[in-house]
């Protein structure tokens, strides 16, 4: 079996653990019937932006879709068990995702603090009996935010990634999929923001926060490390320029986050890229 058989045969196999008909899963990840019948055929490609609905509407990885294994090797760092989202297994329950969803949204448009499980239960439709049931506390809700929010970075990494060969059009593409553009990667982002805020006064965060932002380091690292098996990418300590790389992203995006004067998306990829030549790319 090529990798495409393989891959449309685990669509096959979650399509049939979902509940009701081919189109009604066709209907769930916004996708026209005919073209999910197409790929399920062989005479279209799953795009990555199907690859990644698939994955959240069955609560599996794309890695998993891809490669069998939520840890097989991949061009991006698997999560730490720890850090993986625990709607990210297959058997997840709708009502769960569901509610974590909304949670995840609320908490990146209105903030951590400024979301309580009645307000998760209002947008639900449920009790806040049936949140604690999910989620015990609060604090839990955060948690899982946090292992969602990287379970959605590895799934985007991995389907936009997978064809890329050359080192540097992949660490291009990974510092695009990263930049705070509007909607889910600003969410993102935001989760991200308060994350850091919650860990920085609370140290029963941390440990979390640190296993689920080493995904993140280690994947701009590996990119880095191929590049140079390449050859494009100079010899230099790839751990001190992806420590350098990463802290720029940081500090750039927090600054396209709190709206400080001068800075945007555009300015932020502008400077990602001049580091990029100036810094990592061999020159010729």
Known sequence: MAETDELRERVRVLIRTM???????????????????????????????????????????????????????????????????????????EPRRRI???????????????????DIAE???????????????????????LRYTVKLAFDRQVAELHTIADAHERLLRLIELQLPAEGQLRAEWSVWLQVWNESAVNPEMRSLYWDSYNRWYRTVEMTIRTGQQQR??????????????????????????????????????????????????KQV
């Open 232 to 281: 494009v990418f100079c010899e230099l300590d790839a751990e001190q320029v992806t420590a350098q790389l990463t802290a720029m992203i940081d500090g750039l995006g927090i600054q396209v986050l709190t709206c400080r004067p001068g800075s945007s998306v555009a300015t932020m990829r502008e400077l990602l890229h001049d580091f990029i030549d100036r810094n990592i790319i």
């Open 19 to 93: 509940p009701g008909a081919q189109r009604d899963f066709a209907r769930a990840i916004g996708l026209d019937e005919t073209k999910l019948s197409k790929a399920l055929s062989g005479t279209r490609r799953f795009s990555p932006h199907e690859l990644i609905r698939v994955a959240e509407h069955c609560g599996v990885t794309v890695n998993w879709l891809l490669n069998g294994s939520d840890d097989a090797a991949t061009v991006a760092a698997a999560p730490a068990p720890a850090s993986r989202a625990a709607n990210g297994q297959l058997g997840h329950t």
């Open 123 to 145: 947008v639900c439709g449920t009790s806040t009996a049936a949140i604690h049931y999910h989620f015990p506390t609060k604090h839990d809700v955060l948690n899982e935010a």
């Open 100 to 118: 974590l969803e909304t949670a995840w949204r609320l908490i990146a448009e209105r903030g951590y603090h400024r979301v309580r499980i009645s």
